[in-house]
């Protein structure tokens, strides 16, 4: 077990530890690209080196510092001067900002929540991206927060409490996928996809059962008023309208990390 209590850091020492944290999220959003690049694609994450995705060219690493060399090279391939989307340098600065922002909220004697509230972090961004624009969400994702956070558990909490975690996991996994069953029978459209349901069970494992059905119900909130706005907009019906819900569940995931302790209070 490993005990992140006492005073662990400095106020001068805290800012530093702020500095870094901003630099690694920095560099966990660079890979974060890589993961929102070619996970849909079905490319390896690991081995296949940073190329050009016009020319092939292999990225140099000095040409592959993250948010430096977007800003250098302006945007562009230094070999065929393809424009790069302002995505990449955006995904960067964000999971720099979050990863930052979080440990700030962190009290300085007690960084217990940390590993696991940025590890969930990172992979929500990703989810959510890349729900948003292919309407999937990797398995290889999920299944990772899912060991990711039970390990986190083990270390941090010991072991009777991340099998407290996996039960909660076990139920989760259980009543998401009856109700994305049911509803795939009863109203005869998906009603909550099996992409949905594991990243909702790998949330259940991060946080425990009440924070997740706070997560639930923000997110469904965030949902329905993109649902009715999207109908609205397009003079369509409520139910033509597709809702990719793994985005919300991130931007809710996210949004409860910030405000736990306020989440706490109702759930
Ligand atoms: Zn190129």
Redesign the pocket.
Known sequence: MLEFYGQLLEPEMRGWFLVVMFLFGACVGSFLNVCIWRMPLNESIVFAPS???????KIAWYDNIPLVSYIVLRGK??????HYTIRYFVVELITAVLFCGITALQNNSDYSFLPIALTTTAVLIAAGIIDFEHGIIPDKLTIFLLIAAGCLHWWINGMSVMFDFLAVAVAVAAVTGIIAWAGKIIFKRTVLGWGDVKLLTALGTAFGLMPLAGIIALSAVLGIISGVAGAVKRKEKIAAQEIRYGVFIAIAGITYIFFRDWFSNYF
């Not at 190329?51 to 092939?56: A, E, I, Y």
């Open positions: 190329h050009c995705t016009k020319c092939n060219a391939c230094r070999h065929c001067h393809e």
